[in-house]
């Protein structure tokens, strides 16, 4: 990648260690994730939660997005502000602090979608609603075999879109999934069942079917109904994506630029990169913590704060004190949210910063 | 702690997640730490790594420390603006960067002394000396079983303290250790060897020989010649320093607050906080991330970004949706680490927020 011929440089410009995305790649993969949405016949609707950037969420949109995601609150009021009119913030939004920035969001005209998998997060939304002087379309989110939020039988799923549908100010809009990426029948089985359930009670059908992740990309039209997808690391993508057949390594957008500051032993070094830059995300059991492009085997094998810890022993040839080197992560997306920052280059040029500007906005 | 009794009040202001300090107890810490030091005859350099404010980092000094220890650059940069006079960087410095960097924060008036644990650093540091225009403090930094950084031999050692010496600008100011803490004899033979070999060199006798951890705090006055102590995590403590026997629940500063958003089975539930809150730092292998106060038998047993996964199977009174409680976080250093801001309380007040004015700050 550009990044790793551009190291010196970046290094001497903004130091290390420096989280840098390849702008070619950033746009290719855009292309790409859109382009098998549209063949499929499927909306798309990109996970910002990965470059927190209004400046990439406008690349989305232009390039077809029907509009974006956003996992908190924070996060859509950095990109409503920055003019991104359509979002579906795919997450139980709880308290009246919340409700209160959830009704000022939607007051100032942006078309907000929220998620919600029990009644107490129903019962708050009207709040928002009357507060934002419009109706607030309210997705269910429903659990397939993840285990994280959603409902998990097809009754509770019914059961809350009727109580959506009964609260004044709000609209029953659908399902939201996150399907396992091995569960698409029993995906299937679940929304069949619980649209049949939301028509026999009565409810308009369903306008919002969302699925989700980046490996489903590769599932786009096997769950019939579907309207849209939210693809999220697909924009960067990273060890994770890679180990589940969803990148390769030339669809790897950001890498972090590090330099190697110590080499105390034969078989050690150490890294200007620890858990504060890189996180200790083990992307699921992945081994080491990022994949060193120059030195493959050398592994990253722990970190302190600012060191990352270098195992070298299956290192044929290791790097010097005063390397730079690149690293793709584990997880690229609690890297991104680390920086406020990111170092964006294009083919044989650094281009200049990129704010991560809904960075930190954990609220 | 205060915090568990203001958390309604601290959602409904700030929403959740928040990462909350009660300063009656950060003061508490800071004292104890120094009247710990005072009694050693050791001077405290607090590590403000944990922290990240100069706010902060003035109580320490006003309490007694003798000045602060920075990671990275980027932090003492912080540091020094806000006044902060003596600094130790305690980390090797490499690349014309970060000599430029060094050279102004030197030319700027500010005392800075630097640590190295190979000549590769060592040549480095004149060009910064050169520019800031007045003789740089470099100590070797000395590796007795930790094995991160630092020179293994004691001939490394003092090889090192001679080039150091020997390079225009720099002066050979004495060692750096951050010793085991069941390698106190190793550490006194190490350094008692090194001190005599810089001795037989003709070097001066070390001024400086700094120690460093929290967990060392019980073990001041047992290394012979250590002038002065790093601790950091004390001044907020966390689950590490509680295994580690070097503090109590009742001195842990800081807690997240974080609202139960589902609840999707009877076993299950999800905090709005996930790793890019609390962070995947597992604090060394600790079961589970982070301690729940209200619900000291629920297990935050995995996280996605923003979803702390609850596993209430051991749970007496299991948390419903909409409870805010508070969590003491595993490592608190990279939870601070995460936020813009801190909130603070004292007694029943909730006293403002606290800028991290350095976080981020990874060159």
Redesign the interface.
């Known amino acids: 990648m550009s990044i790793e011929t551009l190291k010196s440089r970046i ?8 989280v840098v995305i390849d702008m070619d790649v950033v746009e290719r993969n855009i292309a790409r994730v859109q382009a098998a949405c549209d063949a499929a016949g499927v909306a798309n609707r990109p996970h910002i ?1 990965t470059h927190k950037s209004p400046v990439i969420a406008a690349l989305q949109v232009a390039a077809g997005a029907r509009g974006i995601t956003c ?3 924070g996060e859509a009021e950095v990109m409503a502000a920055a003019g991104i009119d359509d979002i579906l913030i795919s ?2 939004l ?5 409700m209160a ?1 959830l009704g000022r969001l939607l007051a100032g005209g942006t078309k907000v979608t929220v998620a919600a ?2 009644p ?2 129903v019962s708050g939304l009207p709040a928002a609603a009357a507060q934002g002087g419009r109706t607030l379309d309210v997705v269910v989110e429903v ?1 397939t075999g993840r ?6 039988t097809v009754a509770e799923a019914v059961a809350l879109a009727r109580d959506i549908a009964a609260r004044p100010g709000l609209a029953f809009a659908g399902f939201m999934l996150y399907p396992p990426e091995d569960a698409m029948e029993a995906t299937q089985a679940f929304l069949d069942a619980a649209t049949r359930g939301v028509l026999e009670a009565g409810l308009p059908a369903p306008r919002i079917v969302s699925s989700g992740g980046t490996p489903n990309v590769a599932n786009l039209g096997r769950i019939r109904g579907v309207t849209e997808h939210r693809p999220g690391t697909y924009v960067f993508n990273d060890r994770m994506m890679m180990r589940a057949g969803a990148a390769r390594l030339q669809d790897c957008a950001l890498a972090v630029c590090s ?1 190697v ?5 034969a078989n ?1 070094g ?1 890294l ?2 620890g ?3 890189l ?4 992307g699921g059991g992945l081994d080491g913590h990022g994949l060193i492009l120059e030195h493959p085997d050398a592994r990253i094998a722990g970190f ?4 990352g ?1 270098l195992d070298l022993a299956g290192c044929a040839n290791p790097p ?3 390397d730079v080197v690149c690293i793709v992560p584990n997880h690229v ?2 890297v991104v ?4 920052r990111l170092v964006t280059v294009r083919g044989d040029e650094i281009t200049g910063t990129l704010p991560v500007a809904a960075r ?1 906005r ?2």
């Open positions: 290094a001497r410009e903004f130091g290390t260690p420096a939660k996992q908190k609150l997450y139980n709880l308290g009246e602090e919340k920035r998998d029990n107490v997060v659990d285990k994280r939020a959603g409902v998990v330099t500051v110590s080499r105390a032993e050690r150490i200007d990169a858990s504060k830059t996180t200790a995300d083990t302190s704060e600012e060191h810890m010097a004190i005063g997306c609690v949210n680390m920086v406020d930190g954990l609220t």
